[in-house]
């Protein structure tokens, strides 16, 4: 099986998805100011690829990611598999310039 999110992901349409359904209330990266002030908890979305492989976020996104999100309303993604591949490959490439910026 292939990996969709890594082969078939196109980093800018994930990055316009992230900007209307995530960016709202996740800051691209650790120590950006929190797009919304009352929503503080929210991690960073580049920080997702630094603490655990993205293909976990795979199926939580293809269930509707409701269970990380359960203090609060937010509407019900709906992702079909190439939203959730570009998707992915938005947040990967976010954790890679985190990387990078962490290495300079
Ligand atoms: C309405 C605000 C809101 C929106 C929109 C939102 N999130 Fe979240 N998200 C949160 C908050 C707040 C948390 C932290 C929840 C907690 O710790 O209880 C969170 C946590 C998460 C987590 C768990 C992170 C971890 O390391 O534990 C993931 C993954 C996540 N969000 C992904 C996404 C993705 C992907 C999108 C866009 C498709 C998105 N979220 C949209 C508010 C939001």
Known sequence: MSRKGEEHGDVSRGQAIAEQTCLRCHAKFDGDPHPNPDITKAPALASFGQRWPLENLEEA?????????????????????????????????LSKQANKAMAN
């Open 61 to 93: 996104l293809a269930e509707g990611i409701t269970v990380s999100h359960d203090q609060l309303t937010m509407p019900e993604f709906i992702f079909t598999p190439e939203s959730i591949a570009d998707l992915l490959a938005y947040l990967d490439d």
